[in-house]
């Protein structure tokens, strides 16, 4: 990742990803890939990516049909792959106001455990956060 973006190539878009992003597209739409992130969030069981298919950076950008598409395959996503609860995030915008690392408008989908299996030992670090900004100082 630190990489592609010293060499300045946005690792997202899409002609870029083959090389740039380990895991396969999953699942493409007119304006979406689908795809695991290669990065995902610590104790996370399920974290994919929705991919936007020209880099833009905000959702103002986003071409009429194209939010109704991502929630449509993020949809069929988690029932294809028994994703009962989940959480979708999307930053835009200005990335030193949301912590983004890939100014490429992409919309992720993370699902940590359940609250029965958090006492269970095997998913001992499921408790997932989720960054929604930075907090102004008192
Ligand atoms: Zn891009």
Redesign the pocket.
């Known amino acids: 990742m630190e990489e592609c973006i010293r060499l300045g190539i946005?690792p997202?878009?899409w002609e870029?990803l083959a090389e740039w992003h380990d895991a396969p597209v999953i699942k493409f739409g007119r304006f979406w890939a689908i795809t695991a992130n290669d990065h995902p969030y610590s104790g996370a069981k399920h974290h994919y990516l929705g991919i936007y298919a020209y880099?833009i950076s905000s959702i103002s950008e986003l071409a009429l049909g194209a939010g109704d598409e991502l929630l449509s395959l993020f949809s069929e996503f988690c029932a294809e792959n028994d994703i009962v609860g989940a959480t979708a995030i999307m930053r835009f915008g200005e990335m030193t106001y949301t912590g983004a690392t890939?100014?490429?408008l992409h919309a992720h989908i993370v699902s940590g455990a359940s609250k029965e299996e958090v006492m269970d030992p095997k998913y001992p670090d499921s408790f997932i956060t989720s960054v929604l900004g930075y907090k102004v100082p008192e």
Request: with cysteine; proline share 0%.
């Open positions: 946005c997202f878009c870029n880099h890939v100014s490429h």
